[in-house]
Each structure stands twice: as C-alpha cells, then as structure tokens.
C-alpha cells in the first residue's frame, strides 16, 4: 500500500466531526428524552460503552495500519462461551479468564499470521475467521445459552472501585494502557509508519511483521479479556452474544477521525466516538426507539461523521484540497 | 479457462466421494436438490463476482435479500399482485446497490466499508420492518418460480441458466464488461484511457443490488414465506462461492461459470455435510476455513504470476 499522503510527524489535535455530532446528540437527549440527563443514566452509558472501548482500542491501531479485523464480535463471543463454561465446570475466575485470554489471543496471532505472513486481505482473512470463531462458539454449546456460572463473576461485576462501577474502572484502565504506550514508547509512530511507510520502518531496524501480527494479537487479546465484562453483565455465556459488535467498533473509530488511508487517527478521537455511538443507543432506548433501528442510526452516524470530517478538512485547506 | 475445468475436477471428485461413502447422494432428487440450491447461491453471488471483478466487494448482498425479500413479500401480500410485488423487491435491491455504489464513488469509501456498514444498517431496518412478523402462504403461480418444475428440471435451474448467460455475454463480450475487468486490473490506467470509471461503479454496485433483489423473490417463492433473519447466513457462503470460483480478490481476473463452479463446490460441501448428518452449526466454520484457503490461493496465485513477469 502506497500512500501519497507526505508523512507528518507531529500529531495535531483536532475535534473529529464526532465531537460536534456528540454535542448535538447531548442537547437533543436532555431537552425531548425523559430521564436521560440523570447521573444514573450518565452511568449507564458508561458501562455499556466499556466493552466497545475494549475493542475499539485495538481496532484504532489496527485500522491505523491500513487493516481491518471483523472477527472481534465472534471471537468475543467464544471467549465469553468459553469463559462461561469454565466457570460453569467450577473452575475460579482466574483460570476462567485465562482461558478466555487464550482463545483471543490465538485468534488474533492467527488473524495477524493471515494477513501479515500469508498476505491475505485482512477483511477478508478476518472474516474467515469470524466464520471459525463463530462456528466454534455454536458447536461448543448447541447454539443455547451456558447458565449456572455461579456468583463469583456476577459479584465482581456488580463491585465498585473507589465509587465507580468496575467496567468502566476496566474500560478507563485500558484506555489508559493503550494512551501511555502510544503516547510513551515509540509504538504510536511505528503504528503510523505500518499504513504509509513500513520499509523506513524495517530500515530503522523494527521487526515489521511481528510488530504488525502483534497488532492484531492485542485485538484477539482484547476481545478475550471483554468476555469478562460481557459474560459479567449477563450472567451466562451466549454464542452470539456479540456478534456483529465489530461493527460498531469499526463505527466508533472511522467516528473518532481515524483514516482508512493509513496512518492518521487518535485514541481520544475513538473514545469520542465510543461515547456518541453510547450516547445515540442510549438516548434512542429513552425515547423507546427498537434497538433494530439504533443499528441502522450508527450507519448514517457514520456518514454524517465523514461528510461532516471532509467539510471541515475542505474548509481548512481552501487552496489545492487533499493531496 | 483452464483455471475453470481444474476446478470442475475438483467437484467431480467430491461428487465421487459422497457418491461412494453416502447411500442418498447419488439419487434424482438429491442430484437436484442440489443443483436449485447452487443456482440459489450462484444468483446472489452473481452481482458480487462484477463487484470483485472491479477490485471492490459487496458484503451486503446477504443482507440485502433480506430486507428486499422482505419489502417484495409484503408489496405482494398487500397489493395481490405477483408481478408488482416482485418488482418492488428487484427495484429496492437495485436502490439499496446504488446508494453502496455512491457511498464508493462520492463519499470515497473504501468498498468493504461502505458496503459493511450497509450490511448492519439493513439488518436492523428488516428487523424494525417486519417487527417479528413471518408473512407466509403465497399464490402457487409465485411459488412455482422458486419450487416448481418444468420438464422434471426445477425452475430456479432455468433462472440461473438465463442469467449466467446473459452475465457471460455482458462479462465477455460487451463494452461494459471490458470496461469492468479494466477497471479492477488498474483503475488509473482505465481511468486515463477514458473509461467513466465512476459511472461504471455505480452501475456494478447497482447490478449487484437488483441481482440480491431478484435473489430475494426466487427465495420467498422457495421458502414461501419471509422473516427478519432469511438474508443472514447467506453473505460469507456468497463470497465462498465466488472465491472458490477463481476470481480475484485483487480484480480484474474471474468470471461468472467460475463462481457457479464455486456455487456448486460450496453447496455439495453443505450437501455432503447434511447427509452424513454434521450438526448445521458447523456451517460457519467450514465455510469460514473454505474462504480462508480459497483467498489463500488467490494469494499464492497472484504472487507466483509477479514472479514470472
């Protein structure tokens, strides 16, 4: 992949459209959803926003890198079957987890092994493997519901850490994670070096592959270490529990101003766009509005956040436009 | 061409194998049962090889019989009429193509973007359309299209013969269908010799919608009935179809017999899964590992041709 765009060192911070459109979404809530500005609704939001900040994260560097991995919902799905089972066999948490972990991380070196050492299409290649994740996760349970998974899970679920409840104290410490070593270490660059310019980068003496499969492994990861929250939430393990949650990850980054064509975009810009596609699910279930229309609503989300991104790179370079 | 008998082969040989270890494969009826399933397969993945053909992707043909099979079946319960019905189905399929096809051309997004984010927002808009409704019970004359016969053949056979004809003869031997490899092959140089490669796009995107439309009345008339969830598992089988059928990811190289090849590998795998009584919830599986090889081929192919060059 080539890309024409000159490399541009500094990071400058700019509102993505998300930004705007969150605001509005804020103003049209408060005023006509009965109930929506209260801080148990706020809350709310938050805690069924931490499992898509979980994906979403990963998901920013590795659209950053000029790919795609659409097998999270599926693979979360199977980690959280799997966790579900363990815990249903008696097994403590920690070795629940781990197993969840595992299977995560496996799909996503085997995600990152397709597309980086084979050189399959990662849209492709990843929703091969959404198919296995997927067909695993309903061979293992018969397609029904995993229940019984004992107290231990849905008790920390239900905890709070220094008055905040635990996913969003989860979702906040990954965001964290993910924001100190982009910001920290020299990873956030190499991410940007993958999309335009990863023969500098294997110059510079940086094993690109692994490098780049390791992206991929830590979206595998992540969705293994979401099952936590998810499988915490229900209560049992499903097979399609979250299926087709990629989308909206996908959704929240291309929302947060992060380009397909490689290279550009920011963590802060994805949690923006975690909380507007939260908000607009939130605020829609307030005004009762069937949650088959709230998926259609973060389609046009998304074209409204890239017309209204292209506006403003437009209006800010009214000599020559893109490159 | 030779690409095609190659892969031929490798469907007589998974015919031979269910023939000689399943007693119920080698019978009239499961011989055909067969053939209407590939040709159900083959219409749907038909308008996605001319996406693939241009470099691009549909993914959203899976979800768009869905929801068109939807509007078809309600526009014909309501109105009484075949023929209005199912023409609201194959215009709203074409519609919903368009709108993918400026979503590529205007809005410059990457095509399995657009056409993936289509996927989810039809999804939700057949389950809020038909709010848990099935509508069923239609007239024989309709149902005939998607379950009868016509000298002992079933007529969806006859549908996909007409189309795969009339598909080759656009593909190979019309200005457009030159158009279409020359785009995938290298949109600059296609661009730069005065193809409208935007024009061309919006009218592939939108062939692939009015085929997924049509895909969808052949489906209501087989099932005869239509719910929320009938388009769901039919895009990752649609896209095996075409990939085992040696197009190209890449563009530029494939053709529709390939991909009616692909169909009938695809369908016989299912077949043979199904009489040696394979829980169907190892359906996504195995069709994810047979995209997975397929793409991997396509791959390996592409690489060796850089090779040589």
């Given at each position: 992949m080539h890309s024409r765009r000159p490399a541009k060192a500094g990071r400058y911070v700019h509102i993505p459209g998300a930004g705007y459109l969150l605001i509005v979404l804020l103003l049209v809530f408060a005023i006509f959803g009965e109930g929506f500005a209260t801080l148990p609704n706020v809350l709310n939001i938050g805690v069924q926003g931490s499992v898509l900040l979980l994906l979403a994260l990963p998901m920013t560097l590795i659209i950053m890198s000029e790919g795609l991995d659409l097998s999270m919902g599926a693979v979360l799905s199977l980690a959280g079957v799997v966790l579900a089972t363990m815990l249903m066999n008696g097994h403590s948490l920690s070795v629940g987890l781990a197993a969840a972990a595992g299977v995560g991380l496996a799909f996503g070196v085997a995600n990152g092994a397709l597309v980086v050492t084979l050189g399959l299409p990662p849209f492709v290649a990843t929703l091969g493997t959404l198919g296995i994740a997927q067909g695993l996760a309903l061979v293992q349970t018969g397609g029904q519901s995993v229940v019984g998974i004992g107290d231990a899970l849905p008790a920390l679920y239900e905890s709070r850490i220094a008055g905040v409840p635990f996913s969003i104290a989860i979702a906040l410490a990954a965001f964290l994670v993910f924001w100190l070593t982009l910001s920290r270490t020299r990873v956030g660059s190499y991410v940007s070096a993958l999309g335009g310019n990863r023969e500098a980068l294997s110059l510079a003496g940086v094993h690109v592959d692994l490098f780049h499969i390791g992206l991929y492994a830590a979206g595998g990861l992540m969705s293994g270490l979401a099952a936590l929250l998810l499988t915490g939430r229900m209560s049992a393990g499903h097979p399609?529990?979250?299926?087709?949650?990629e989308f909206d990850a996908v959704a929240a980054v291309i929302v947060g101003g992060t380009s397909f064509e490689g290279g550009q975009g920011t963590l802060f810009g994805t949690l923006i766009g975690v909380l507007t596609i939260g908000v607009l699910r939130n605020g829609l279930n307030v005004l009762s509005v069937p949650s088959s229309l709230q998926v259609a609503s973060i389609g046009v989300l998304v074209i409204a956040a890239l017309i209204i991104d292209s506006t403003i790179a437009a209006l800010g370079r009214p000599a020559g436009g893109r490159a | 061409m030779r690409t095609v008998a190659y892969r031929l082969v490798a469907v007589a040989l998974i015919a031979a194998g269910l023939a000689l270890t399943t007693e119920a494969f080698f019978t009239l009826p499961n011989i055909l049962n067969i053939l209407r399933q590939a040709s159900l397969t083959f219409l749907i993945a038909s308008g996605l090889t001319l996406t693939i053909l241009t470099a691009g992707l549909d993914l959203s043909v899976g979800a768009n019989v869905g929801l068109s099979a939807c509007v078809a079946a309600t526009v014909m319960k309501s109105s009484g009429s075949i023929a209005i019905g199912a023409a609201t189905g194959l215009a709203f399929g074409a519609v919903v193509g368009m709108l993918n096809g400026l979503m590529v051309t205007v809005l410059k997004l990457p095509p399995f973007i657009a056409t993936y984010g289509m996927l989810w927002t039809l999804n939700g808009l057949t389950y809020w359309f038909m709010a848990g409704e099935t509508i069923h019970g239609f007239s024989p004359a309709f149902r005939t299209l998607g379950s009868g016969y016509w000298l002992g053949i079933p007529v969806p056979i006859y549908v996909m013969a007409a189309f795969l004809a009339a598909g080759s003869i656009l593909t190979r031997y019309t200005t457009f269908g030159h158009e279409v490899y020359a785009i995938g092959a290298n949109r600059e140089a296609a661009r730069l010799s005065g193809i409208p490669v935007r024009a061309r796009l919006n009218l592939v995107y939108t062939l692939s919608g009015a085929m997924a439309g049509l895909a969808a009345i052949v489906y209501v008339a087989r099932l005869n009935s239509a719910e929320a969830d009938i388009g769901e598992a039919l895009t990752l089988p649609a896209i095996a179809a075409v990939l085992i059928g040696g197009t190209s990811l890449f563009g530029g190289v494939g053709s529709l017999t390939g991909t009616l090849v692909g169909a009938l590998t695809l369908t016989l795998v299912v077949n043979g899964m199904n009489l040696r009584a394979v829980d169907a919830n190892w359906q996504p599986l195995v069709t994810g590992a047979i995209v997975l090889l397929a793409v991997w081929i396509d791959v390996v192919t592409r690489q060796r041709a850089e090779a040589r060059v």
């Open positions: 399609t529990a979250a299926i087709g949650l | -």
